[in-house]
Nanobody, 114 residues
Framework: VQLVESGGGLVQPGGSLRLSCAASGFTFSNYGMRWYRQAPGKERGLVAG????????DYADSVKGRFHISRDNAKNTAYLQMNNLKPEDTAVYYCNGGRSYAYWGQGTQVTVSS
């Protein structure tokens, strides 16, 4: 089983990034997916979640209206579109999913700075 994140990087405040999470080794379309983030010195926190079909979506209050989670079950990939990024969005972003949300990616760094 693998979850591989990509798409992180350095962006100026107000900018956008799109994170991807490529899944393998399990039946991706059967399970919900989540994105978490962890900033230095802080606990890992849930950013967004999406059901197996994509019909149910939820966001942390801090990202509502700016971030958009989606998935493509044909490509076994989940996405996190991040718009109007703020310095406080700086963190390592992780995707999480599978049966009982047992699987984690290695994380991708997002840095928002001028």
């Amino acid at each position: 089983v693998q979850l591989v994140e990509s798409g992180g990087g350095l962006v100026q405040p107000g900018g956008s990034l799109r994170l991807s999470c490529a899944a393998s080794g399990f039946t991706f379309s059967n399970y919900g997916m989540r994105w978490y983030r962890q900033a230095p010195g802080k606990e890992r926190g849930l950013v967004a979640g999406i059901s197996s079909s994509g019909s149910i979506i939820d966001y942390a209050d801090s990202v509502k209206g700016r971030f958009h989670i989606s998935r493509d079950n044909a490509k076994n990939t989940a996405y996190l579109q991040m718009n109007n990024l703020k310095p406080e969005d700086t963190a390592v972003y992780y995707c999480n999913g599978g049966r009982s949300y047992a699987y984690w990616g290695q994380g991708t760094q997002v840095t928002v700075s001028s």
